[in-house]
């Protein structure tokens, strides 16, 4: 999935409000990339509750500039987590050139469930998003949930996977990395409780 430009999302706005595009100072161009950064450096160091004022004092842009560029609290988490997922789906097209169905699927379980916890309540913040379809952070959710069901989709063909849907393994899977989170699990403890978790999924 391809990463596009601030001016290309600006200029896409632009359009569908029959516009003209305009476009933006460098300086605009650089504090709207420097932002989703600074949240990402805040996210970790203290979850994903953190304060938005204290990620624009981190970016060296007023409040005004955070909030035009990204409106909500969700709005700036579905930017910061764009490349993470890009990554995460680069991940499930190794696992599927180098395993088994099955074992594909099973890996691809443990992989997000283990990397979302990396940033506090993040797993929670997902969920909730996940359960709410206007919430805008479920246009961040749709990348992880068409790669389950295309991982799900060839361990069923192969005999690997049982009659579940993709929707189901992926709530199944933020639930456990919610686990992960609150029980602040090691890596090896986590892919325990993922493996555990999971074993219904290849019930024949």
């Known amino acids: 999935m391809a990463h596009e430009s601030p001016a290309s999302d600006l200029q896409r706005e632009a359009a569908k409000r029959g516009g003209r595009f305009r476009r933006p100072r460098i300086d605009a161009l650089r504090n709207r990339d420097a932002i989703p950064e600074a949240a990402r450096q805040t996210f970790q160091a203290e979850g994903v509750p953190a304060s938005l004022d204290g990620i624009a004092v981190l970016a060296g ?22 490349s993470s997922f890009e990554d995460a789906l680069r991940y499930g097209e190794m696992l599927s050139d180098s395993l088994e169905p099955g074992q594909a699927l099973a890996e691809w379980m443990v992989g997000p ?10 797993p929670h913040c997902l969920a909730s998003a996940h359960a709410n379809p206007s919430a805008s952070l479920n246009d961040a959710n749709r990348p992880l ?7 799900l989709q060839v361990a069923q063909a192969a005999g690997q996977a049982a009659k579940v849907t993709a929707e189901q393994v992926f709530e199944l899977v933020l639930a456990l990395s919610w686990a992960v989170d609150r029980y ?18 290849f019930a024949q």
């Open 61 to 82: 842009v007023g409040n005004a500039t955070l909030y035009r560029n990204f409106p909500t609290h969700d709005d700036l988490l579905a930017a910061v987590l764009q």
């Open 113 to 122: 469930a283990w990397r979302l916890h990396i940033w506090h309540d993040l």
């Open 145 to 151: 949930v068409e790669e389950t069901g295309r991982l």
């Open 184 to 201: 602040n699990d090691t890596e090896a403890a986590a892919r325990r409780r993922v493996q555990l978790g999971t074993a219904g999924v």
